[in-house]
T-cell receptor
Framework: GAVVSQHPSWVICKSGTSVKIECRSLDFQATTMFWYRQFPKQSLMLMATSNEGSKATYEQGVEKDKFLINHASLTLSTLTVTSAHPEDSSFYIC??????????FGPGTRLLVL | AQSVTQPDIHITVSEGASLELRCNYSYGATPYLFWYVQSPGQGLQLLLKYFSGDTLVQGIKGFEAEFKRSQSSFNLRKPSVHWSDAAEYFCLGAGGTSYGKLTFGQGTILTVHP
């Protein structure tokens, strides 16, 4: 149980385009979903926390207009990287929580912006 | 400030040898602590967690971790390492003002020699 999926698993796009990444909790309803970013040889950094039906809470230094998060249902959250640039290339991981302290992580999405 | 530190970036052990991965935390109160493993091309998998109670926590795949308040540590151990244990291991903490927000350690890459 507690499986989280992400789609796509990898994406290559041109600079200036927008990319949407989906995060789904497959067998449970997630009250809270989290989005992380992992740079090469670095740990994961929390970008934002989202609760279903409300605006996401962004971490300091994360541009909310750049990284749009929509948490439309208890099983789906989306992250849209708007007007992507090469420096946005990274590994994006989502996680979902049942309401407790344990988070279940998706497999991640590797984004490469050319 | 809340923090989780993994002092060892890379550890190499021989198959069958014992393993200990270090994790130190800095929180005002006892945090929730987790160990996750990230294998190449896969998402983060929860190995074990500590919230309260027995300070020796058993996890999956033969791993265990011991919470030591006096040393602010939560080291991960395994008595006999298998080649399939080669991966990157993350120690995470949650606590302080928000128990839902995870702080990641830097990660420790484990290499297993045959």
């Amino acid at each position: 149980g507690a499986v989280v999926s992400q789609h796509p698993s990898w994406v290559i796009c041109k600079s200036g385009t927008s990319v949407k990444i989906e995060c789904r909790s497959l067998d449970f309803q997630a009250t809270t979903m989290f989005w992380y970013r992992q740079f090469p040889k670095q740990s994961l950094m929390l970008m934002a926390t989202s609760n279903e039906g409300s605006k996401a809470t962004y971490e300091q230094g994360v541009e909310k207009d750049k990284f749009l998060i929509n948490h439309a249902s208890l099983t789906l959250s989306t992250l849209t990287v708007t007007s992507a640039h090469p420096e946005d290339s990274s590994f994006y991981i989502c996680s979902a929580s049942l309401g407790g302290e344990t988070q279940y992580f998706g497999p991640g999405t590797r984004l490469l912006v050319l | 400030a809340q923090s989780v530190t993994q002092p060892d970036i890379h550890i190499t052990v021989s198959e069958g040898a014992s393993l200990e991965l270090r994790c130190n935390y800095s929180y005002g109160a006892t945090p929730y602590l987790f160990w996750y493993v990230q294998s190449p091309g896969q998402g983060l998998q929860l190995l074990l967690k500590y919230f309260s109670g027995d300070t020796l926590v058993q996890g999956i795949k033969g791993f265990e971790a011991e919470f030591k308040r006096s040393q602010s540590s939560f080291n991960l151990r395994k008595p006999s390492v298998h080649w399939s244990d080669a991966a990157e291991y993350f120690c995470l903490g949650a606590g302080g003002t928000s128990y839902g927000k995870l702080t990641f350690g830097q990660g420790t890459i484990l290499t297993v020699h045959p």
